[in-house]
């Protein structure tokens, strides 16, 4: 048995020396050639597979298309020890040669956890198409590239928070081990950066609604009405929220109340009307409040079309004083609701010009949409289609510590498992 470890060490070591019936063989024309050193070399010791990756690497940076097609191709039969060449593989994602790009897409894919960190940390970088090829890597990653796209949102750059936040969400429920970071990202001051993480909370789903429906327990006022502002971003919430938001609605903090009614308001009216009889009566109860919850909790029961005339037109009086709430959030908030409700906020309408009139970007996008949601016609008003077309510019970065949203506290759905409130 050491015999043949020691001739196959050997005969690794001659292969790949560098002489003529060496490295030769992995870059020979002949396909039956190449496939053969390649059967060979898959056997070798972990050291001799080193060195054929070390001349792999070399030739990856060489300009003959057809060596670099074959040392990629080599690359990507050699196995884990491929982990050595992570940096060139990556460079290789942009080869002007698609053949050659897609191998190192998938040796990338193939070492999981090992490449991850690199190609998140590559995302920092201004290529647009290389960018869209660690994109592609990471998302087929799925779970073991979490961590490293989670580390990215602690470095405080603007690119590398906006593009993890987009490939986590492309990731869906597989995701859901990033949720606290992306809950503290909903919550960004960069509307950009807050946008890309609230959709992606969104797409992960049963997890992220769990989560911070749990988060809605906390005995800190700044963690549940935190959860329950990226909740109300959601529009809608996952489903698994909806239970935790209508008790949110009795919560001793203002705060907390008013984005718990404004994320209950994001859900489609059918949505709505198929809640049990138990939630109408919470929101029956928060619409008749003196607050900015009510309404928020009128909206929710004129969507889900339980609500009695003289309710409704008072939901819509709420909304129309909210277009002028000192927190722009708020008034983006109202916009949204009032457009969701259609011909229904014709009243609204006189309102929402004057808040079009805003210099903000994202407000007056906000009335635009609101305004074409109650009067179609209006997309072809020149300034609010400009409006509607415009993309808004993000500020600088600068997420919200969440007291209580601590990573890593993970969600079992299986089990069903929660975070404990702190």
Do not use: H
């Not at 609500?307 to 037109?313: G, L, Q, V």
């Not at 805003?358 to 609101?370: F, G, L, M």
């Not at 400009?386 to 808004?392: E, N």
């Not at 600088?396 to 409130?421: E, M, N, Y």
């Amino acid at each position: 048995m050491k015999f043949r470890a020691f001739f196959i060490s050997c005969a690794a070591a001659l292969l790949f020396s560098g002489c003529s019936s060496g490295t030769g063989r992995l870059l020979a024309d002949d396909p039956l050639v190449r496939s053969e050193a390649l059967e060979a070399a898959a056997k070798y010791p972990e050291k001799a597979k080193k060195k054929i990756v070390a001349k792999m690497k070399k030739i990856l940076r060489k300009k003959d298309r057809a060596d670099r097609a074959y040392a990629a191709a080599a690359l990507e039969d050699i196995g884990p020890a491929a982990g050595d060449a992570v940096p060139e593989l990556i460079q290789a994602l942009t080869d002007a040669d698609a053949d050659i790009a897609a191998s190192a897409g998938r040796t990338l894919r193939s070492l999981g956890a090992a490449s991850a960190p690199a190609l998140a940390a590559a995302l920092g970088a201004g290529d647009p198409v290389l960018r869209a090829g660690l994109s592609q890597v990471l998302v087929s990653q799925g779970q073991a590239a979490v961590p490293a796209l989670v580390k990215n949102f602690e470095k405080g750059k603007r690119e590398l928070a906006l593009w993890s936040a987009g490939i986590l969400g492309q990731m869906g429920p597989a995701a859901e081990s990033a949720v606290p970071v992306l809950a503290r990202a909903a919550a960004s001051s960069d509307a950009a950066v807050a946008g890309q993480a609230s959709i992606a909370l969104a797409a992960v789903g049963a997890p992220a609604g769990l989560w911070l429906g749990a988060a809605l327990s906390s005995s800190n006022p700044s963690s549940r009405a935190g959860a329950a502002k990226v909740l109300s971003s959601l529009a809608p919430p996952p489903a698994e929220a909806a239970e935790a938001l209508i008790g949110a609605l009795e919560d001793a903090d203002a705060k907390v109340r008013e984005y718990a009614a404004m994320a209950l308001a994001s859900y489609p009216g059918k949505t709505l009307a198929s809640m049990p009889e138990n939630y109408t009566a919470a929101l029956v109860k928060a619409s008749a409040a003196k607050d900015a919850a009510a309404g928020w909790a009128g909206t929710a029961l004129a969507k889900a079309g339980r609500t009695p005339a003289p309710s409704k037109e008072k939901a819509m009086t709420d909304l129309i004083a909210a277009l002028r709430s000192p927190d722009p959030e708020a008034r983006i908030a109202a916009a949204a609701a009032l457009g969701a409700l259609g011909p229904e906020a014709e009243s609204a309408v006189p309102e929402l010009w004057t808040f079009f009139k805003t210099r903000d970007c994202r407000q007056r996008a906000s009335a635009a949409k609101a305004l074409t949601g109650i009067q179609p016609r209006l997309r072809k008003n020149g300034a609010v289609s400009r409006a509607l077309k415009k993309v808004c510019p993000g500020k600088k970065t600068r997420l919200l510590k969440l007291p209580g949203l601590k990573a890593p506290v993970l969600i079992k759905p299986a089990t069903g498992q929660l975070p404990v409130a702190p």
